[in-house]
């Protein structure tokens, strides 16, 4: 029992899952399902296609060549079995993955991090340009901190000179 | 030369059958369809290849036949003569002759009639042509039928004809009728030729085959000969003539010495002295059949004799000399019913045949090619010692030993699974071998999958040191992100003011965009009305009051601006407060607050009845205005009716409306958009 990783989307495939395919030259084709297989039958190359980890890993979005990867190796040669070594290999094997895993995160963060920086320049220029949007500059120079106005309920003065004029009048 | 196969001669049609298949293939093969109003040209080729198309299958099928039918000239003598005499090569030649000229003639008509279809200037006489042309070939054909159905006989009888090998060792057996040839040659070979008691039951050649000495041999079967001169001998007999005459093969005269075939053996006798011109050169064995019945020593004096001047002929036929010992293998007796000396006559026969051919081939040229190929060595010996082959000890107590091992038999697994109960029940252990540093691994699982990856791929000799190695690197690795995360921070972060006013930006002009957007998509067909009539009450002063105070600002200064400025209080004169009081003498105190309200509550600016004369807006009488004004209002419903924004607004919303420019009509025509 093996497991084997899709030749198009380099997925594993778990038993009782996809197609082989043989050609007749003996090269043999694994796919996960049937969308691997029909993309493949169209002949598109994998690395042109993009939610493929070989496009991801040529285009520098997914860690591609680390020492953790150079643990797993598909071994022509089979070793005689030793309990212990199984063992050992087995633990391993949950530290590895471990490792493997931090690191693909870190690569990841280290991938976005640029935009990071990126986003926090344009919001600062976006936040000096647009506070007209929001403040009135009148009222930037009373109260120079970004707090914004809360709207306030209206009251209006209305001015009845005639009114006032004619009682002071009488 | 050509090689011919007698077998594989293409059947010959009869002259109807031939007749019918061209013109069927003709008809089929080539196009049918043709009318009168076609170019003439195209007529004319259409029929000229019907014509051709016919005189080139006959001539291809004539030809095939005319080849495939051996040529007797080109053909070994020996099948030649058997030709010969079977079918007459006269009339074989004949035959085949006349298939040639009607080829000829075949050709012949068809160039002609395609000559004259050159000139052929309407339909009907091109076919009348064509039907001529093809009308003749068939004619020429049907005379030739008679030729043809002999050439199938002949065809038929020459595919089964045996298939004599005329170059390679051959025995060939000769003899009155019903001596015991065919027995013999059933004895010796897996022919299975008719025994009968009457003569003639063999009435051509069989072949059989033999072996001595790791070589085949053939061994032909005649038919019986008569002591006839060679002018009144009938076709079968002719047929065993033939094959001695051309056969370079070993002869046994058989001789029936019981005289239970019907004829004496001075009968015998003579025949052989008649035919024996034609035992030139050849390996000849007199055999003397049926000695069950008759011993050969039990026999006259005269027949003694007979037999004995027989024997001396056939000893002249030996090579190497009057040796005695050879001579009397000339003489052979046996008998095929008690199968006795039966063999010893097949070696004898064998072995004088292979000599004479190895001698021959030995005098010949060729040999020298091969000659100086062959070299047997043979190691001369030094002394008398004896030196048989060396067996080391230990060599031949392991022998002995295996010997006694084998008798003891060791366990099988089969017995193992019979004693645990049988082949259903009892699985076989496949692991009981297997060499592993601790006997205890034997029965243990190792997992191949674990957590999505196989184990196997992972297994290495030195694995926890390269993890060890690894778990290094992440440390050192941590470190330095740890390092740089603290430098990272130099980086201004926004504090929740600044990030609550972002937000407050954004969405702002998000709002912006859209209400833009929908302005602007709805601009063409939107109508422009007054701000004071819009439902979203926008442009109220309310809410301009709202708008500035969200900004910050105080709008109680705007508002009071906006509502002096409005068309209610424009107009208005300034209010003259020396005129009041000028009035204010003679107002009634008593009611102050009545006058004031009434005033406060006057009108806005109004115009006053509709055809109320002004002077100045240049007008003859009230009643001239009031049509006037009618006028206008009349014109402008209908524009305002199209919702058209004056009369120079000529917008046409849809220039092209789809029910006027597609569709079908109901009733009517389309032809016009």
């Known amino acids: ?170 | 030369m050509v090689q011919y196969n007698f077998k594989k001669i293409t059947m010959v049609p009869s002259g109807k059958d031939f007749v019918d298949i061209i013109l069927s293939r003709t008809q089929r093969q080539t196009p049918t369809v043709v009318h009168k109003g076609y170019a003439i040209s195209r007529l004319r080729q259409f029929y000229m290849r019907k014509v051709k198309y016919t005189q080139q299958n006959f001539y291809e099928k004539l030809s095939a036949i005319i080849d495939e039918f051996p040529r007797l000239d080109d053909i070994h003598p020996f099948y030649g003569d058997l030709l010969h005499v079977l079918y007459n090569k006269d009339h074989y030649k004949l035959a085949l002759g006349q298939i040639n000229t009607a080829r000829n003639l075949i050709s012949k008509i068809s160039k002609d009639y395609i000559r004259l279809l050159k000139y052929g200037d309407s339909l009907y006489r091109c076919k009348t042509l064509k039907v001529a042309a093809l009308g003749r070939m068939c004619t020429v054909v049907k005379k030739i039928s008679p030729s043809l159905a002999y050439l199938e006989q002949i065809r038929q009888h020459m595919a089964r004809l045996p298939s004599i090998d005329p170059n390679t060792r051959t025995i060939l057996i000769c003899g009155y009728p019903n001596v015991g040839k065919s027995s013999f040659i059933n004895k010796i070979t897996r022919a299975d030729v008719d025994v009968q008691p009457y003569a003639f039951t063999t009435k051509s050649l069989f072949v059989g085959h033999t072996d001595y000495k790791y070589l085949r041999y053939q061994v032909i079967d005649t038919p019986g000969i008569l002591d006839r001169p060679l002018e009144e001998r009938n076709i079968i007999e002719m047929c065993s003539i033939t094959a001695l005459a051309h056969l370079r093969a070993a002869v046994l005269f058989f001789l029936d010495v019981s005289g239970s075939c019907g004829y004496s053996i001075a009968q015998q006798a003579a025949l052989f002295h008649s035919i024996k011109s034609l035992f030139l050169n050849k390996p000849l064995l007199v055999v003397c059949n049926k000695i069950d019945l008759q011993p050969l020593e039990s026999l006259s004096e005269e027949d003694r004799k007979l037999v004995m001047e027989m024997k001396d002929e056939a000893s002249k036929t030996l090579n190497g000399g009057d040796d005695p010992e050879l001579a009397n293998g000339v003489l052979l007796s046996m008998s095929t019913l008690t199968e006795d000396g039966v063999i010893a006559v097949k070696n004898a026969a064998c072995e004088r045949l292979l000599n004479q051919r190895v001698e021959m081939k030995l005098k010949s040229k060729k040999i020298n090619d091969c000659l100086n190929r062959f070299h047997v060595a043979m190691p001369k010996p030094r002394d008398g010692k004896e030196r048989p082959p060396s067996i080391p000890q230990a060599v031949l107590e392991a022998k002995a030993a295996q010997a006694n091992v084998e008798r003891e038999k060791r366990k099988l697994e089969k017995d193992l699974e019979n004693e645990n109960g049988g082949a259903g029940v009892y699985s076989a252990s496949l692991k009981k071998n297997y060499i592993l540093p601790n006997d205890e691994w034997k029965e243990d699982l190792m997992p191949e999958i674990f957590e999505g990856h196989n184990v196997t791929d992972f297994v290495d000799p030195d694995i926890l040191q390269r993890l060890q190695e690894l778990e290094r690197e992440e440390g050192l690795r941590m470190e330095g992100e740890n390092e740089e995360n603290d430098e990272m921070d130099e980086e201004r972060e926004l504090s929740l003011e600044e990030r609550e006013a972002l937000a407050e930006i954004r969405k702002k002009k998000s709002l912006l965009i859209q209400e833009h957007r929908i302005k602007k998509s709805t601009a063409e067909s939107r109508s422009v009305i007054p701000r004071k009539f819009n439902k979203d009450k926008a442009f109220t002063s309310e809410r301009m009051g709202r708008d500035l105070s969200r900004l910050g600002l105080d709008p109680s200064a705007a508002i009071n601006r906006a509502r002096s400025r409005s068309v209610s209080q424009r107009g208005r004169k300034r209010e003259r407060s020396l005129a009041i009081e000028d009035e204010g003498e003679g107002m009634d105190i008593d009611q102050p607050n009545k006058k004031l309200r009434m005033r406060s509550r006057s009108r806005s600016q109004s115009r006053g009845p509709p055809g109320e004369l002004v002077p100045g807006e240049g007008f003859k009488d009230s009643a001239q205005k009031t049509k006037a004004v009618k006028l206008a209002k009349k014109a402008a419903k209908k524009r305002n009716k199209d919702a058209r924004r004056g009369e120079a607004d000529r917008v046409i919303l849809n220039m092209k409306p789809k029910h006027l420019f597609s569709g079908k009509r109901s009733i009517g025509k389309t032809d016009r958009r």
Not at chain 1, 68 to 88: A, G, H, S, T
Not at chain 1, 110 to 132: A, F, H, T, Y
Request: positive net charge; charged residues 45%.
């Open chain 1, 1 to 170: 029992m093996r497991l084997e990783k899709c030749w198009f989307c380099s997925s594993t495939i778990y038993p009782g899952h996809g197609i082989q395919f043989v050609r007749n030259d003996c090269t043999v084709f694994k796919f996960c399902r049937s969308k691997c297989h029909k993309n493949f039958k169209m002949k598109r190359n994998p690395r042109k296609v993009r939610w493929t980890k070989k496009y991801r890993e040529l285009h520098n979005k997914d860690l591609a060549r680390d020492t953790v990867f150079e643990f797993e190796r598909k071994r022509q040669r089979p070793e005689r079995y030793d309990r212990n070594l199984v063992e050992n290999t087995l633990k391993a094997m949950k530290k590895i993955d471990e490792i493997r895993v931090t690191r693909r995160e870190k690569f990841w963060l280290n991938r976005m991090k640029v935009k990071k920086s990126k986003e926090k320049k344009e919001d600062l220029k976006e936040l000096e340009q647009g506070i007209d949007l929001v403040k009135a500059p009148l009222a930037f120079q009373e109260d120079s901190t970004l707090t914004i106005p809360k709207a306030k309920k209206m009251k209006v003065v209305i001015t009845k000179p005639e009114e006032e004029r004619r009682q002071m009048e009488e």
